[in-house]
């Protein structure tokens, strides 16, 4: 029940991550796209993940916005290109021996955004190496 309680947490945080635009957005159509996944704690911990996540987000050259943690049970990390437009948000929950984390891309521009699914894709990818290592 704690897990819920604190994966609803971030999902209402969520709002507090997006950007000033996001709220013309919810009227219009946009692109959404997420992937979520989940490995062994001893594999992939809460801070590799968010780690990794920093990582391949600057590397698609998205400037971060918001970075919470909260040691063994949450870590939250948004982020988006300096031109506005879209946005990336990853969660990281531990979740009894697991880590379970959620990637977010959205593009405010567009519906069925290829640009979105690429940034899911890259991060979410990223994270299942790290786990692998």
Same mark, same amino acid.
């Given at each position: 029940?704690?897990?819920l309680k604190l =994966?609803g947490?971030?999902?209402?945080?969520?709002a507090?991550?997006?950007p000033?635009s996001a709220?013309w957005a919810a009227a219009?159509?946009? $692109?959404?796209?997420?992937?979520?996944e989940r490995?062994?704690?001893a594999?992939?911990s809460? /801070?590799?993940? @968010?780690d990794?996540?920093k990582r391949? /987000?600057a =590397?698609l050259? &998205?400037?971060?916005?918001?970075?919470?943690? &909260?040691?063994? %049970?949450?870590a939250v990390?948004? /982020? $988006?290109p300096n +031109?506005g437009g879209?946005s990336?948000i990853v969660?990281? !929950?531990?979740? #009894? %021996?697991k880590?379970?984390?959620?990637v %977010?891309? !959205?593009d405010?521009n567009?519906? %069925?955004?290829?640009a979105?699914a690429?940034?899911? #894709?890259?991060?979410?990818?990223? @994270?299942? +190496? +790290?786990?692998?290592?």
């Open positions: 029940m704690k897990s =994966a947490l971030a999902l209402a945080g969520c507090l991550c997006l000033a709220s219009s159509k946009f $692109g959404l796209e997420y992937r979520v490995s062994a704690a594999k992939l809460l /801070s590799t993940c @968010i990794t996540a391949e /987000s =590397a050259g &998205y400037a971060a916005a918001v970075e919470n943690r &909260y040691p063994g %049970q949450l990390f948004a /982020s $988006g +031109a879209a990336l969660y990281c !929950i531990a979740v #009894d %021996q880590t379970a984390f959620v %977010q891309a !959205i405010y567009r519906p %069925q955004s290829p979105a690429r940034v899911a #894709d890259k991060v979410h990818g990223a @994270i299942l +190496a +790290a786990a692998r290592r």
